[in-house]
């Protein structure tokens, strides 16, 4: 068994949340490393914070990679920072765990991936934490606002063309009849964070390219000035990587995942109103709904 330094740490979860401890052995001479919680048969009863990773996610046999170590040690240190504030460079956390830069490169593309990093220049900051947005009728710009953010969107493009046969059903326009493409940069505190492409008929909203406002809610603009609200919607929810186009509108690069919400939004009478394909960024996005039981 590789020997090394046991470290231990607890984890604080915020107000009302339990802490948890994790426990490894670091090594940085082997791409393995043993965990003393497999010694340990209560090790599986530590405490956790709801929804963590079981064992903190330690495999049975107790070894996990050395990189895992890494990360783990760096996300104590992000505790320690704070939100917003600027991580050591590469350099120097190597130095500071006596690995290889490609190990603490590897800790940090995850710790990224997952959200709890971002770029900030040429460096690298602590995140803050995810968005949620419910899966509602609500806009974005509600759900933005519920948690004290500020949204905002930029105008991509906004175009008017005929309406193709295969989107007509969707948004109750007939083939060939002029249609609205409306594509806007999300916002959240001047913070690029996701995609939005409207499709909406000519014929439902005639003055869009002159009395509407790019960067305000669309939803608010149909209630309040055009007197049509929302009464039902279906959506699909899946996981996918930006285009080139994308990723560059967006501010991310093409290897990171995203959050892909197709929307087809009926009236109250039930009639097809839009279609809207949103891509939010799965670092920077996480999703809330209510379960009831349906009466069942």
């Known amino acids: 068994m590789p020997t090394g330094r046991v470290l231990s740490h607890t984890f604080g979860r915020g107000r009302g949340h339990p802490a948890f401890t994790f426990v490894f052995t670091y090594v940085c001479e082997h791409p393995g490393v043993d965990n003393p919680n497999t010694a340990h048969p209560a090790a599986h009863l530590l405490d956790q914070a709801p929804g963590a990773p079981i064992r903190s996610g330690i495999p049975e046999h107790g070894r996990i990679p050395k990189y895992y170590a890494v990360k783990a040690r760096i996300a104590v240190l992000m505790e320690e920072l704070g939100d917003g504030q600027p991580l050591p460079t590469e350099r120097d956390l190597a130095e500071r765990y006596e690995v290889a830069r490609e190990t603490v490169r590897q800790a940090l593309r995850e710790l990224l991936l997952e959200g709890r990093l971002r770029r900030q220049g040429r460096g690298t900051v602590v995140a803050g934490p995810k968005l949620e947005q419910p899966l509602s009728l609500a806009s974005y710009t509600e759900g933005v606002r519920r948690q004290g953010r500020t949204p905002g969107r930029n105008l991509i493009s906004l175009d008017r063309f005929p309406c193709p046969a295969a989107l007509a059903a969707q948004i109750g326009a007939e083939a060939g009849e002029p249609v609205w493409h409306m594509e806007r940069v999300l916002l959240a505190d001047d913070e690029r964070v996701g995609l939005e492409s ?44 930006a285009t080139p186009r994308e990723a560059l509108l967006i501010g991310t690069p093409p290897a990171l995942p995203m959050l892909l919400i197709h929307r087809l939004s009926r009236d109250t009478a039930g009639r097809p109103l839009e279609r809207v394909r949103t891509l939010y960024r799965g670092d920077r996005f996480s999703f809330t709904t209510h379960l009831g039981n349906g009466g069942a």
């Open 198 to 241: 409207t499709y909406v008929s000519v014929a439902r909203v005639p003055g869009l390219d002159g009395d509407f406002e790019p960067d305000s809610s669309f939803y608010a603009y149909l209630r309040d000035e055009l007197g049509i609200s929302f009464g039902d919607a279906d959506e699909r929810i899946e996981t996918v990587l």
